[in-house]
C-alpha cells in the first residue's frame, strides 16, 4: 500500500511541477502562438513548437509503421512457428536490442546510417528525419516482440485447433485467429513503442540534426525532446527561454499521458 502511494504521488508532483514550470511561458507567449507558431528563435524571443510537434508525430508515426509489421511478424513466428533454439537465440537477442543504452544506438546511427543516407541520396548531411526513423525503428522492435510474443502464447491452444479443425492453414490460423485473440496485448506492445519513440532524445540528437526545421524527410529536424536538451543547459534561469523548455516538457508530458489514455480505455473494452 505505501509502496502504491508513493508511486501515485510521485506522478501527481511530477504532474503539478511541470503545470507550474510551464504555464507561464505559455501565458506569455499566447497558448495559440505557442502550439501553432512556425519558428522558434531564442534571439527574437519567438518561441513557436509547431515544427517540432510536427517532427515528432512525423517520426513516431514512420518508426511505427516501419517496426510494428517487422514486429508483429516477428512475434508470430517465434510464438508459433519457431524451433527451440531459433526461438531461445532470437529470444536472446531481442533481450539484448531491449538493454542497449540509447546512446549507442546513437552513435551506431552516426556511424552507419547517417553516411550511408548521406551518400544515398546525395545530401550534404545525412542527420535528418529519415536517419532518426530508422533508428527508432531498431529502438521499438524489442518492446513490440516481447509483448506480442507473451500475448499470442497465451492464446488457448484450442482456439488454433478448432480453426485447423475446419479446414485452415497454419498461417491462416496464426493470422486470423491467434492473432485476433492477443490483438489487446499486441496493442498494448505497440504502445509501449510509441510511447519510447515519442520519448527519446539521446538518440534522436545524435542523427536527425536538431535544427529547428519545419519536417520533412531528408531535412534536419528536432524533436520535442531534443528540443529540450539541446537548449537546457545554457538557457538562463528565469528567462523566458527556459520557461518555455518547461512548457514543451509539459506538452510531451501530455501527450505521454493522452497516449496511455487511449491504451487503458482500448484494454479496458476488450476485457468487457
Known amino acids: 500500500m505505501l509502496c502504491g502511494v508513493i508511486s501515485v504521488a ?5 504532474s503539478v511541477y511541470l503545470i507550474i514550470a ?9 497558448i495559440l502562438k505557442f502550439l501553432f507558431g512556425p519558428v522558434w528563435n531564442n534571439s527574437n524571443e519567438q518561441y513557436g513548437i509547431l515544427a517540432f510537434i510536427l517532427t515528432s508525430i512525423y517520426g513516431t508515426a514512420g518508426a511505427v509503421l516501419l517496426g510494428v509489421p517487422i514486429g508483429i511478424f516477428t512475434a508470430v513466428y517465434l510464438a508459433k512457428k519457431a524451433p527451440p533454439k531459433i526461438y531461445k537465440t532470437v529470444h536472446i537477442a531481442v533481450g539484448v ?15 552507419i546510417i547517417v553516411p550511408a543516407i548521406q551518400k544515398a541520396f546525395n545530401l550534404s548531411s545525412g542527420a535528418n528525419l529519415l536517419s532518426a526513423i530508422l533508428v527508432l525503428t531498431v529502438m521499438i522492435l524489442p518492446y513490440i516482440i516481447n509483448v506480442s510474443v507473451t500475448a499470442l502464447k497465451a492464446v488457448p491452444p484450442e482456439y488454433e485447433e478448432a480453426s485447423l479443425a475446419l479446414g485452415a492453414t497454419k498461417t491462416e490460423t496464426f493470422f486470423y485467429v491467434s492473432l485476433k485473440a492477443a490483438k489487446s496485448g499486441v496493442v498494448t506492445s505497440v504502445m ?5 519513440a515519442v520519448g527519446e532524445a ?5 542523427v536527425a540534426g536538431n535544427v529547428a526545421n519545419m519536417p520533412g524527410l531528408l531535412k534536419s529536424v528536432r524533436f ?7 537548449e537546457m543547459s545554457y538557457a538562463p534561469y528565469g528567462s523566458l527561454q527556459r520557461q518555455a523548455l518547461f512548457s514543451i516538457g509539459l506538452v510531451l ?4 499521458m493522452l497516449i496511455n489514455g487511449f491504451l487503458y480505455c482500448f484494454v479496458r473494452r476488450e476485457k468487457e
Open 253 to 256: 508530458f501530455l501527450f505521454i
Open 202 to 206: 539521446m538518440a534522436v540528437i545524435m
Open 10 to 14: 510521485f506522478v501527481l508532483f511530477i
Open 224 to 230: 520535442l525532446t531534443t528540443a529540450i536538451v539541446s
Open 97 to 111: 536490442l531491449a538493454g542497449i543504452p540509447s546512446v549507442v544506438y546513437g552513435l551506431i546511427g552516426m556511424i
Open 192 to 196: 509501449q513503442g510509441v510511447g519510447r
Open 22 to 30: 510551464g504555464v507561464p511561458a505559455i501565458q506569455k507567449i499566447g
